[in-house]
């Protein structure tokens, strides 16, 4: 069993902790449906988390049953924030009211910058009959929600990976960590998303930036959270709030574990939400859904 700390940025052994993270809140998704029917867990974006600065939402999808997602995402508009789709098993079909098309299989992410406005639908194609993924919204600052729309479809086999420890390797879907840049990277919020395995009992630790906002959701197997007598378990399919704090101690359940790991820089803005628009005033929502109404997106 290997123990060892991960800095974000550069990968050295980070010194002098000025505070090591620890859970500040746990919670069980919710179970409901969205889009045509597509039945699903929604995890942050529900009352009992309505948001994360700067995450939005998380939903997390799961079925070995058509019934559960086959009608899929028909058409609907964004507006204001970005969207990352990330696929660990089936594939979904992905068109724009801008001709784009583009097809996520397994392993494969999606980065949507919905800015000003796009109009998109999301819809699965069997693949020996399993849909399992994640969908997460990033918020974008003021200045930029009104930027111009665009997304990247990137494949499983483009995400670089990096080997944590001998027992810990992780997909690094955005940002950078031990020096490896990641599948997306943003400079207002500066993600951090990990797609972590870790061997059963694995012991490791990650450097986040002191003041980010940071997650944790072990999608299979459970984990102990924090260092000495303040680490706490978290199970299968809990969702982990962090504290503030420059290190992470992690370790693994007997069953070893895969866990998405998401930090953050918060924007500290206003929000102002109307189902698939987020914007920063209500004046703005309003605007948002005329121009939706006049098909100006």
């Known amino acids: 069993m290997s123990t060892s700390t991960i800095n974000r940025s550069s990968g050295s052994a980070t010194a002098e902790p000025r505070g090591s993270r ?27 988390l309505p948001d994360l600065d700067p995450f939005l939402m998380l939903d997390a999808f799961n079925s070995d049953d058509p019934d559960a997602y086959i009608a899929g995402f028909p058409p609907h508009p964004h507006r204001g924030f970005e969207t990352v789709t990330y696929m660990l098993a089936g594939a979904m079909r992905h068109r724009d009211n801008k001709g784009n098309v583009g097809l996520l299989g397994p392993g494969a992410l999606q980065w949507m910058t919905a800015g000003r406005g796009i109009v998109h639908s999301e819809m699965p194609e069997q693949r020996d009959g399993l849909m399992r993924g994640f969908q997460l919204w990033l918020n974008l600052p003021a200045r930029d929600k009104m ?72 999608y299979e197997g459970e984990l102990m959270v924090g260092s000495g007598n303040a680490a706490k378990p978290l199970e299968q399919e809990w969702l982990g709030v962090l504290s503030k704090g420059d290190s992470l101690s992690l370790k693994a359940g007997a069953a070893g574990a895969r866990l998405l790991l998401a930090a953050a820089r918060p924007l500290q803005e206003p929000i102002a939400k109307y189902g698939p628009f987020v914007m920063t005033t209500e004046a703005e929502i309003k605007q948002a859904i005329d121009d939706f109404r006049a098909d100006r997106f």
């Open 22 to 48: 620890h859970l500040t809140q746990t919670l069980q998704g919710m179970a409901t449906s969205d889009g045509a029917g597509v039945k699903l867990s929604r995890i942050i974006g529900q009352p009992g």
């Open 147 to 218: 930027c111009a729309p665009h997304y990247r479809d990137i494949a499983a086999e483009e995400i670089p990976s990096v080997q944590l420890t001998k027992e810990v390797r992780a997909k690094v879907l955005a940002g950078r960590i031990a020096g490896v840049r990641g599948a997306v990277e943003r400079e207002a919020t500066a993600p951090l998303l990990l797609d972590i395995v870790a061997e059963p009992g694995a012991m490791f630790g990650i450097g986040l930036p002191l003041d980010d906002t940071a997650f944790l959701y072990p």
